[in-house]
């Protein structure tokens, strides 16, 4: 893990918090340029924008390739997230080209990193990019375990 990656995770820790405001499910992402310094960044949207793939992964990754310069090509980017990516956003970041996905906590019912599918490390497909996972975990579980507990009003 570097420092880049150590901010980049508190600053998703921050936008997936930012996320239970408007009744979405605490996950943030932020996507990382080939120097390191912080290309985009998103909150899960869901909810908000009632629409089935506005995860924050998806709006993140969109937002950085208009502003990468390489057309949709994140060759070279980082893409850290709260929580391990599912089958969507695992396939979108494999078409995306980063070089990296980090993550945070796993996701046992629906994680496509290295859970229930690994859509990122499948040598059928012509790009893996490498995973580190369990970046911050800890605080992400609990974000997600606090939203889950208020909202079942317990
Ligand atoms: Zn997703």
């Known amino acids: ?21 408007w009744g979405d499910t605490p996950i943030g992402a932020v996507v990382l340029g080939p120097d390191g310094a912080v290309l985009a960044e998103a909150a899960n949207e869901r909810e908000k924008r009632g629409d089935p793939t506005a995860h924050a992964e998806v709006l993140a990754l969109r937002a950085a390739a208009r502003v990468h310069g390489d057309g ?6 980082t893409l850290v997230v709260t929580l391990e990516p599912c089958t969507m956003c695992a ?7 980063v070089d990296r996905v ?6 046992p019912k629906a994680g496509a ?3 229930l599918w690994d859509v990122v490390r499948d040598r059928r497909l012509n790009h893996r990019p490498e ?3 369990g970046i911050r975990a800890e605080e992400s579980a609990t974000l997600l375990r606090a939203f889950f507990r208020a ?3 317990l």
């Open 131 to 133: 995973v580190t996972a």
């Open 72 to 77: 949709w090509r994140l060759t070279g980017c």
């Open 102 to 107: 980090v993550y945070g906590a796993e996701d």
């Open 91 to 97: 396939g979108a970041s494999v078409l995306a080209r």
């Open 113 to 115: 990193a290295g859970s």
């Open 151 to 153: 909202q079942r009003g």
């Open 1 to 21: 893990m570097t420092p880049d990656t150590d901010a980049a995770m508190g600053r998703a820790l921050e936008l997936a918090a930012a996320a239970q405001e």
